[in-house]
């Protein structure tokens, strides 16, 4: 909304600010990160008053983990509701790729939601969707935002696969675009899924992925910037990155709540709707191998996960202490803070290497 008050800089010239996405992007930010502030405590407030016990806490976990027992979870909807009226109020409408990015966003965030009511009212933390439904509802949801995306992008560049660090190699996927892009999305949805496991862990490399894809959307939508970088030219990106400041702002403000000791957990709420947003972003803007480089920590995560079970359905051991590995390191002994911060730490370095993809070409 904001964005049309660019229209009556003939009346008042100041009003011209309006016209520049760097501007939108700013506010959308500022917008979603005090409305988080102002929201934080109404809704933490409300799902205490809700959900009781809060979220069922792992017996055999770490022990440390025991005293978090009755903090509400579900803190997610704080980022959903800042992130959409942000970019509602400071973006176009008219843009396809925002609706379809905010429904991905949405859609996850309810799958997630329903997953932790069930958990709730279960009180227990393996008492949610079942694990097929699940991700069956997610595919759906992928393939109908993939088709959405495909229509939507330049012919030449529909199904295929920007290579990083290399200029002017493009592997063409064909029809297996369809299910690797479905792959990326709900692969990322539940990777950031299970990174969700201590206090403020998952926000900073969220919100580092975030930025770097606010880059990358801000220079692919202008002609002048992508031909420099010899990356693909997608025409309403700028209004992609006035989406991604929003979240950033949000999940910002969130972190506030959630950091050590939270008074809020995300939830599945927003580790879905945030993974799958992730996930769907680096499809529109043409750059998944990049989100692999910015969210190597949800790789790793994941990985671990797939180690674990693996190696002990089949070799009857287990590689780690407990999976994801972020409860290894606790059970080596590090303290909660140190693992958050060394993989926040982390996740800045990856960022960095991510946008070096951009120049090194």
């Known amino acids: 909304m904001l964005f049309y008050l660019s229209k009556l800089s003939?009346?008042?010239?100041?009003?011209?600010?309006?016209?520049?996405?760097?501007?939108?992007m700013g506010c959308a930010l500022l917008v979603a990160f005090f409305l988080t502030l102002w929201i934080g405590p109404r809704i933490i407030h409300w799902l205490k008053s809700k959900e009781g016990e809060g979220q069922p806490i792992r017996e055999c976990g770490p022990q440390t983990h025991l005293a978090k027992?009755?903090?509400?979870?579900?803190?997610?909807?704080?980022?959903?509701l800042s992130a959409t009226f942000a970019t509602l109020l400071c973006s176009p409408w008219t843009n396809p790729y925002v609706w379809i990015l905010l429904a991905i966003f949405w859609g996850f965030g309810i799958i997630g939601a329903t997953d932790d009511y069930l958990k709730l009212t279960h009180h227990n933390s393996n008492g949610g969707v079942k694990g097929k439904t699940r991700l069956l509802i997610e595919f759906a949801l992928a393939f109908i935002a993939c088709m959405g995306m495909m229509y939507l992008a330049d012919s030449s560049t529909q199904t295929t696969l920007t290579i990083p660090f290399f200029k002017n190699i493009l592997i063409d996927l064909g029809y297996f675009y369809i299910p690797f892009a479905m792959f990326v999305m709900v692969g990322a949805a539940n990777s950031v899924n299970l990174t969700d496991g201590l206090d403020g862990l998952v926000s900073f490399p969220v919100i580092m992925c975030t930025l770097v894809f606010t880059v990358i959307a801000y220079v692919s939508g202008r002609t002048d910037y992508s031909e420099y970088l010899q990356i693909a030219y997608i025409p309403g990106a700028g209004e992609i990155a006035i989406l991604c400041c929003?979240?950033?702002?949000?999940?910002?403000?969130?972190l506030w709540y959630n950091a050590h000791p939270a008074q809020v957990f995300m939830g599945d709420t927003g580790s879905l709707a945030l993974g799958g947003f992730l996930g769907a972003l680096s499809v529109a803007t043409k750059h998944e191998i990049v989100l692999a480089i910015a969210g190597a920590i949800f790789v790793v995560e994941a990985l671990s996960v797939m180690i674990q079970v693996g190696s002990y359905k089949w070799r009857g051991k287990r590689v780690f202490l407990m999976a994801p590995i972020h409860h290894h390191f606790e059970k080596m002994g590090w303290s909660e803070t140190t693992v958050v911060t060394r993989f926040w730490i982390i996740s800045i370095v990856l960022a960095l290497m991510a946008l070096a993809t951009l120049k090194l070409r």
Do not use: D, E, Q, W
Request: proline residues 3%; positive net charge.
């Open 10 to 24: 003939n009346v008042l010239g100041v009003l011209n600010v309006f016209r520049y996405h760097t501007f939108l």
């Open 69 to 80: 027992k009755g903090t509400p979870t579900m803190g997610g909807l704080m980022i959903l």
């Open 246 to 254: 929003a979240i950033i702002g949000a999940t910002l403000g969130f």
